[in-house]
């Protein structure tokens, strides 16, 4: 990593700083309302990006409390002042109600307390009431000083010289209760916290929370306020436990969101849940509130990584800021930072709750965006199976096939697919041990209660290889013309997509496999072309992350000491620079970057001008393909020679251990969508074919399922050969390298930014979010 950043285009460092200079600004960044975790990575960022464009930042404690009260709860904040806050739950600024500010007065009070510290931008994190709160602030601002001035508290060169506010708001909340972004900081780290009880006991609150946590462990049933249980629930929901018990599934999981209600607005408590299943069923039942478990613990690598994307945008947005610009909101839309009109985004919000309080259920689920719609069917779809004679069978037998290294996150795949399968009808196969498993016949029926409990299981239960089918071709043509196989799921990562331009390739010889095929990415790598996200690269970052904490921790009463650390990836450098970002890293040296030995050079020399200050610990992760002579161990002998009498090294490699371990939230649910979205594109081309004797043989029928943005889309694998680097195994063009800007500028680096990637103002639209 180039320190003075000498490959960016000349003169575009200081175009960034002519751009958004922060000089002779003050920044105030307050939390508000519950903790939520991730909260102490956004105070970070803000503070950081502030100072590294000139501005002052100021912590104001206690949220609006303490801009009310003013004095010590106002105080300016250093680039130590957030050092090693990464890892640490909650929010190191503090966060209170406050009655005193929903008055004048207390506004008032507030608004005179900036001013002395010549603050006139605030970045509020917190909910749609903290939000609301800093919107209606900004409106009156220009009214609070004209009558602070008739009061003889300012003078009229204040007023004119402070005369606008600007605000930004982020959103904390770990309901992802708010509308306008896909995700708010902290619902992945309360998902953590949720699924490590429900993996724990094999019941949890909160909306969206517990719909995913639904999701990600396949619980039995659902109670949401905004859906809520149709008429005759309560027999409904116990002819489906009896018949678990029957078929040997000792363990059901109900989970009860906070302010769950039936038809009627009638409230279903966990107590009420319980009463009902000991009476009519005699099961021995337990119940298990998770309450403020939820808040806790320290925040997951998604929170860590958002809320320093959201930091770093909040800053920018308030620099553009101009009086006539609307206070926003800086939101995630797929992986772009965004910004959305705050009191929008507060009104769908507050429209939500009135739909439910009006009991028009369906308005409150599409006012809630398509994400949540959509993770409700399919929650529906893999909970509930229907009758065999409701089933309409179609006599189409679909093959799912794990391919390449495992990945956590594959079963829960292999389990939505076979259940979406057996609900639109067909036939489903499993495919033991990859294409080599696939050429010796290894290939059952797989029912619906056999995936039963696979969500949360890591690794690969079908077995995988890294063995690709071109020396197969022939036996497994055999193997498809004798199960009669009909359509081709394959989950996995590069080879898989190998596999899936080899069986392309063959289809002029082998008619058999003239058949529609789509491939769903899953591998920790990342590496995948045509699809921003893969299964298991999640879970692979928690664990990176968590390790570099735990490996923090270790020398916390040990002076000057810096980490090496070694990531998976191939020649793909996502862990590492992800994992830098999550872990505040220094450095990360990855393939597509190139670097030398004056760029290694320079990370010593900012490291040990670090260590001169009250930061006495460094952070250096290595993609572990990244250079083929600058390796681990070259590095870490470097840095420990360079290093002699400053700081001393410790190298670590991480190895496989980032491919096992339960799989993390977001593994288990994309997994489970992205799957049941392939499950849906294999059941419609089927359909194409029906009475027909169709054979599949253009380009469309044979794709890779992929995330770009935030748009689902199949593309033929025959298209993604022009976008892929076969020698390195990469794709040519990698969302992820936009962030390097990032960890560079909070590891106190110079670094450009291009501002052309951030968000600009956008009206926020129901069915969009």
Not at 260 to 276: C, G, M, V, W, Y
Not at 292 to 298: D, E, N
Not at 652 to 658: P, R, T, W
Request: glycine share 10%.
């Amino acid at each position: 990593m180039d320190a003075d950043d000498s490959r960016a285009p000349k003169g575009s460092l200081r175009k960034f700083l002519e751009h958004l200079s922060g000089a002779g600004k003050a920044i105030g960044v307050l939390t508000s309302g519950g903790d939520a975790q991730g909260m102490n990575a956004a105070v970070r960022a803000v503070v950081r990006m502030g100072i590294y464009v000139g501005a002052k930042v100021y912590f104001i404690y206690e949220g609006y409390q303490g801009m009310v009260d003013g004095g010590s709860n106002i105080a300016e904040a250093d680039w130590e002042s957030v050092s090693s806050i990464l890892q640490v739950g909650g929010t190191i600024i503090g966060s209170a109600r406050c009655q005193a500010f929903r008055t004048r007065e207390g506004r008032l009070k507030a608004a005179c307390n900036l001013l002395q510290r010549g603050i006139t931008n605030l970045c509020v994190i917190g909910g749609d009431g903290s939000l609301t709160g800093a919107n209606l602030f900004r409106k009156e601002w220009s009214g609070l000083l004209e009558e602070l001035a008739r009061n003889g508290q300012i003078d009229k060169e204040a007023v004119q010289k402070y005369a606008y506010l600007n605000v930004v708001g982020m959103v904390g909340s770990i309901d992802n209760d708010f509308c306008g972004t896909d995700m708010t900081i902290g619902t992945d780290s309360a998902l953590h916290r949720i699924i490590e009880v429900v993996d724990a006991i094999m019941t949890t609150a909160q909306r969206y929370l517990a719909l995913v946590s639904a999701l990600a462990c396949g619980a039995d049933w659902v109670f949401l306020p905004e859906s809520p249980p149709e008429e005759g629930w309560e027999e409904q929901m116990c002819v489906k436990l009896s018949e678990n018990r029957a078929r040997k599934k000792r363990l059901n999981i109900i989970i009860v969101a906070e302010g769950a209600i039936d038809t009627q607005n009638k409230p279903i408590t966990s107590e009420k849940i319980k009463e009902l299943v000991v009476t009519q069923l005699g099961y021995d039942t337990r119940v298990t509130i998770l309450g403020h478990v939820q808040r806790g613990g320290t925040p997951s690598a998604f929170d860590r990584i958002l809320a320093s994307r959201m930091g770093v945008e909040a800053v920018i947005a308030l620099l553009e800021a101009t009086p006539d610009t609307p206070a926003c909101v800086v939101s995630l839309n797929g992986n772009h930072a965004v910004r959305l009109p705050l009191m929008e985004c507060v009104q769908m919000t507050q429209d939500v709750q009135k739909a439910m309080d009006e009991r028009r259920f369906q308005d409150a689920v599409r006012l809630r965006g398509r994400s949540f719609a959509g993770n409700l069917n399919t929650y529906k779809r893999l909970a509930i199976k229907l009758p065999d004679d409701q089933i309409p069978k179609t006599n189409c037998n679909v093959a799912v096939i794990n391919v390449g290294a495992p990945a956590a996150g594959m079963n829960a795949a292999v389990r939505s697919a076979v259940r979406v399968g057996i609900a639109d009808g067909h036939r489903m196969l499993a495919i033991y041990d990859g294409f080599d498993g696939f050429a010796k016949g290894q290939i059952k029926e797989i029912g619906w209660t056999d995936v039963g409990g696979w969500t949360g299981q890591g690794g690969s239960i079908l077995g995988t290889k890294r063995v690709l089918p071109g020396k197969y071709l022939e036996e497994i043509a055999t193997q498809m013309r004798t199960h009669s196989i009909n359509a081709l799921l394959i989950i996995g990562g590069f080879e898989a997509y190998l596999g899936l331009l080899e069986l392309s390739a063959a289809r002029e010889k082998h008619e058999e496999f003239c058949v529609p095929m789509v491939m769903v990415p899953a591998t920790v790598s990342n590496n995948v072309p045509g699809s921003d996200f893969s299964i298991g690269a999640d879970t692979a970052l928690n664990t990176i992350t968590d390790t570099c904490d735990r490996i923090k921790q270790s020398a916390s009463g040990t002076k000057r000491r810096v980490f090496i650390i070694e990531t998976m990836g191939g020649y793909c450098g996502y862990l590492a620079n992800m994992g830098g970002l999550a872990a505040g890293a220094d450095a990360a040296y990855i393939f597509e970057e190139p670097f030398d030995i004056r760029d290694l050079q320079s990370n010593v020399e900012h490291l040990t001008e670090k260590m001169k200050t009250t930061i006495q610990r460094g952070l250096v992760l290595r993609n572990e393909s990244c250079s083929e002579n600058y390796t681990t161990d070259f590095i870490y002998q470097l840095y420990s020679e360079e290093g002699k009498g400053v700081f001393d090294c410790r190298k670590n490699v991480l190895g496989h251990m980032q491919q096992g371990g339960a799989p993390s939230p977001f593994d288990r649910n994309f997994g489970t969508k992205i799957s049941a979205r392939a499950m849906e594109w294999i059941t419609a081309k089927l359909k194409e074919a029906r009475g027909r004797g169709k054979k599949f043989t253009t380009d469309d029928s044979i794709c890779v399922l992929g995330i770009s943005k935030r748009n689902v889309i199949f593309q033929p694998v025959a298209e993604l050969k022009k976008q892929t680097d076969f020698e390195h195994r990469i794709p040519k063009e990698q969302w992820w390298l936009k962030l390097r800007p990032l960890m560079k500028i909070l590891a106190k680096y110079k670094a450009s930014y291009d501002v052309s990637d951030s968000g600009q103002l956008e009206h926020v639209q129901p069915w969009s979010v």
